[in-house]
């Protein structure tokens, strides 16, 4: 459809909300698609340790909550951008590479406008251009018939034409500082985190390749020592921002963050009615079980016996 307008989001709905009320307050939306790429989460009962039935549940889980992302942000585009229901879509794929599922979806689905993501909104600087490496991929490889926005923190930092000539597709790029963006007249408006890479404190611990720790031989002890301030770094996204130790039983709370499952109820048992990380009220005290960081927090100590913690 010519008209309609492709909107790439992440699964967490903090990275790419920003992203999408952009789209919905600048473009003249008629129809819109939520495109998405879900990673799923690899495991095996040999690396994990977990039984088959086990990690059958944490995929499910995973695609589960992929799938409820894609109903808020359409709530997003029915609530804050006046689109009516029957007007939004979405598209997901499973695939190992966010960039390389986002180039084939335009191609089967002939895409001719597609906004998405430049950086994490915690990345954001005037004058900046593509940091993402998924964004960069798309920049290059998508078909030169269509249109492309891409934005950092609700604001516009790339847009590239259509074009149907053979030249060099950066030919149709051009860049916007923020002074230079003049949103249309539609009366809407932008909000929230792009992912992000969400905003860098990244409370849910999501894993996708160009982001994922990655494997190989283990490096001399000396050459590890260089390391140091990356396994620390680490070891903070393992802790409960309550208790400031190793979570075993990390759960995500109505804030975003995660917490220990425990130590998050002692705080509402001692009256605590906002978050113990922004302070702002919590919209409810559900718990919901963060599967993917419990299991990198389990083999990782499994790999780090002696840690004290």
């Given at each position: 459809m ?27 939306v ?36 992929s ?28 695939g ?20 998405m ?19 960069e991929?798309?920049?290059q ?41 003049k ?105 919901v ?7 990198i ?13």
């Open positions: 010519e008209d309609a307008i492709y909107v790439a989001v992440n699964q967490d709905v903090r990275e790419s909300k920003n992203t999408l009320l952009w789209t919905l307050k600048n473009l003249q008629k129809k819109i698609f939520l495109l998405h790429v879900h990673l799923p989460f690899s495991l095996t009962t040999s690396s994990s340790r977990l039984e088959q039935s086990e990690i059958d549940a944490i995929q499910d889980s995973e695609l589960n909550t799938v409820t992302s894609l109903y808020k942000y359409r709530d997003i585009c029915i609530n804050k951008g006046g689109v009516s229901e029957q007007d939004v879509d979405t598209s997901l794929i499973s190992h590479d966010v960039g390389e599922g986002i180039v084939e979806l335009m191609y089967q689905n002939n895409i001719t406008k597609l906004v993501g430049a950086a994490a909104d915690s990345h954001y600087s005037r004058g900046m251009s593509i940091t993402s490496r998924k964004a991929y798309v920049s490889h998508a078909p030169r018939s269509c249109k492309m926005w891409f934005i950092c923190k609700g604001k516009l930092i790339k847009k590239r034409e259509r074009s149907f000539d053979i030249g060099n597709p950066s030919d149709s790029f051009s860049e916007f500082s923020t002074s230079a963006e949103p249309i007249s539609k009366g809407r408006r932008r909000d929230e985190e792009d992912e992000t890479e969400s905003p860098k404190e990244h409370p849910v611990w999501i894993l996708e390749p160009e982001e994922s720790p990655k494997k190989g031989k283990k490096e001399p002890a000396e050459k590890s020592k260089s390391n140091g301030s990356d396994e620390d770094s680490r070891l903070e996204d393992f802790k409960c921002p309550i208790s400031m130790e190793i979570m075993r039983d990390p759960h995500v709370a109505a804030d975003g963050f995660t917490y220990e499952a425990e130590e998050f109820r002692k705080w509402l048992r001692s009256g605590g009615r906002t978050s113990p990380r922004t302070n702002k009220p919590l919209e409810n005290h559900n718990l079980p963060n599967h993917t960081l419990r299991i927090i389990k083999d990782w100590l499994e790999k780090n016996p002696n840690h004290k913690h």
